[in-house]
């Protein structure tokens, strides 16, 4: 959370995640997006490996783009 809020301006006045906010920063710059990627792809990794990957059947994360 502290890595994201501090490269993206994307928390309300609650300290909640824009999530509509981010995304419009990150699928509007490809390098804002791979900072992201490089924030929470290590972090999924680590968590998965905490409940064991044979555990899991499938992990797909889709990141997608939508008009806002």
Do not use: A, W
């Amino acid at each position: 959370k502290k890595q994201i809020k501090k490269l993206f301006d994307c928390y309300d006045e609650n300290d909640i995640l824009d999530r509509k906010k981010l995304g419009k920063i990150v699928f509007s710059d490809k390098n804002k997006k791979k900072q992201l990627e490089n924030i929470i792809h290590p972090y999924i990794l680590e968590q998965m490996q905490k409940v064991g990957l044979h555990q899991i059947l499938v992990v797909e994360t889709i990141l997608q783009q939508k008009e806002l």
